[in-house]
């Protein structure tokens, strides 16, 4: 499985940013599609994940109301729409993929296959 993610960069507080994860090779190993974040000098925050087939979502506290994950079946991609920024949301944002169970999808050990960072800046 591999992971192409996009769509960072720089956004004013209160705005919007969207990250696309293109996912290819063997999709049916993977059941859950997610975002974790890592800032310098600070552990690895689980953001969203999305259940593959029933589309079901997960959000951190921090994000609930303001970001929403979604997918495409046809593209093989999923989404991540980032709405009411602020300059905490700065950061590297990882798309994962893998088959967490529902009790631990905030767990980043149990998602194998990580995409590669992409930045998100939000300025005051």
């Known amino acids: 499985v591999q992971l192409q993610a996009s769509g960072g960069g720089l956004a004013q507080a209160g705005g919007s940013l969207r990250l696309s994860c293109a996912v290819s090779?063997?999709?049916?190993?993977?059941?859950?599609m997610g975002w974790f974040r890592q800032a310098p000098g600070k552990e690895r925050e689980f953001v969203a994940a999305?259940?593959?087939?029933?589309?079901?979502?997960y959000y951190t506290d921090s994000v609930k109301g303001r970001f929403t994950i979604s997918r495409d079946n046809v593209k093989n991609t999923v989404y991540l729409q980032m709405n009411s920024l602020k300059p905490e949301d700065t950061t590297v944002y990882y798309c994962v993929a893998g088959r967490p169970i529902t009790s631990a999808i905030m767990r980043e050990e149990l998602y194998t296959y990580w995409g590669q960072g992409t930045q998100v800046t939000v300025s005051n």
């Open positions: 999305i259940s593959w087939s029933g589309g079901s979502t």
């Open positions: 090779g063997s999709i049916f190993s993977i059941n859950v």
